[in-house]
């Protein structure tokens, strides 16, 4: 069996639910279950006994040894993480304690489990860590995308937090030998997002007739990846990647944040008529805002055989179909929580 940390967030949900679409081999999922970690994205799986729930933080080493020993993975799937910018911006500290400590103390009982196993076992073992494209930084509008030899420069508190994540995982295969893997991906959408992130926030804003606020002047560029190919180059890195290496993922959608909005509202449109685009609002902008990500691929293609199998065209046609579908999933999500943090973040935004 595996064991994914993360598993009840929005891309840890889906490798999830992939990974039992395809293999019978069972999930132990450890997640906290905070804000971002919803149980319902899970419920399909109810009563499925290849997936285990545990919640429970990677900070707390004693039941992460515990887990290890008691069910014996044969890999570790690491997603759990504060993941939102703007959050990291309001509040860094979490992103500190889940991404870098949590990150170190997993990797320790890692450590310790895998020095203990035999031999076989031992050489087969995996230590997957995900990670994201912004550790590399801000790219200038000509600049080649990023490769993975490209120096880290995070500018934001969830970048650095991550982008030293990335530096300890680093370090237990060089000191220790563990073997571990990393990738860097770029930015996901999808069913099962958060209503936080740009692709979710204005679909859902756009379907209640709310504004569409756009930072600072929209044209900065992200490289938009369906989650699904996402999960599918995890799978893939996992079974065939070389211990110690990093892996670039991205899908070659390479888009303006406006041009995202825009195409939204005349998908909606389409599907639900009504004027989107006047709902269109430039707010200030985030602070440090980076201009450019864009993700150069080839390495995981050449080396593994990867390719994604969504265009943006296609992807962002699915997500929109499925966040038509599960209102109710959407309304679930929008509780008091939420409510709270679009109203004190967008506050800060107003122009
Ligand atoms: P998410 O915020 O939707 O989910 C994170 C999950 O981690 C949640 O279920 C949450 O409950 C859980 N979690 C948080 N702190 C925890 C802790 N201390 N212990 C156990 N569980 C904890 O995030 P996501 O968008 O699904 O991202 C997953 C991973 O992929 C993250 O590591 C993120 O940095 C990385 N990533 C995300 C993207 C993206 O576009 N979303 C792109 C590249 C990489
Ligand atoms: O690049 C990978 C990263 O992508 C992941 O590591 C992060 O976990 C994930 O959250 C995402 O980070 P971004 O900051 O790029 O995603 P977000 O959806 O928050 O914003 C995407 C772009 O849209 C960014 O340029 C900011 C802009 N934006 C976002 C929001 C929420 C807006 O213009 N308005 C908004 O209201």
């Not at 979490?94 to 400590?101: A, K």
């Not at 859902?204 to 504004?211: D, I, M, Y």
Request: proline share 5%.
């Amino acid at each position: 069996m595996i064991l994914v940390t993360g598993g009840a967030g929005f891309i840890g949900a889906n490798f999830v639910l992939d990974w039992l679409a395809q293999s019978d081999e069972p999930i132990i999922n450890l997640d906290k279950l905070t804000y971002a970690g919803n149980l319902q994205n899970l419920a399909s799986l109810e009563g499925d006994p290849r997936h285990i729930f545990i919640q429970g933080d990677i900070k707390d080493r004693e039941k992460v040894a515990a887990l290890l020993s008691q069910y014996q993975p044969r890999a570790i799937i690491h997603l759990a993480a504060e993941s939102h910018v703007d959050r990291s911006i309001h509040g860094p500290e979490d992103f500190i304690q889940t991404n870098i400590v949590g990150t170190f103390r997993l990797l320790e009982a890692a450590r310790q489990y895998w020095q203990n196993l035999e031999e076989r076992t031992r050489q087969a073992f995996r230590f997957l860590h995900v990670s994201t494209d912004e550790v590399y930084g801000s790219l200038c509008k000509d600049a080649p995308a990023f490769t993975e030899t490209h120096c880290y420069q995070p500018n934001s508190p969830y970048s650095a937090s991550k982008a030293s994540s990335d530096q300890l995982v680093r370090a237990y295969h060089h000191t220790y030998g563990l073997p571990t893997l990393i990738t860097n991906c770029s930015n996901n959408y999808g069913p099962f997002q958060f209503p936080e992130k740009l692709i979710p926030l204005m679909i859902v804003n756009a379907l209640a007739g709310r504004p569409l606020p756009i930072y600072g002047d929209g044209q900065q560029i992200r490289d938009w990846l369906y989650v699904k190919d996402h999960c599918s180059a995890l799978r893939c890195v996992l079974e065939h990647g070389k211990p110690g290496e990093t892996y670039n993922i991205g899908g070659w959608n390479e888009k303006p944040n406006i041009e995202i909005v825009q195409t939204i509202c005349e998908l909606l449109n389409a599907l639900r008529p009504a004027d989107y685009h006047k709902l269109i609002t430039y707010v200030a902008d985030r602070p440090g805002h980076d201009r450019r990500y864009a993700i150069d691929a080839r390495k995981i293609e050449r080396e593994l055989g990867w390719k994604p199998v969504e265009t943006f065209e296609t992807g962002i046609r699915k997500t929109i179909q499925w966040y038509l579908e599960h209102q109710t999933w959407v309304a679930s999500v929008q509780s008091g929580e939420y409510q709270k943090w679009i109203e004190t973040h967008y506050q800060g935004h107003a122009g």
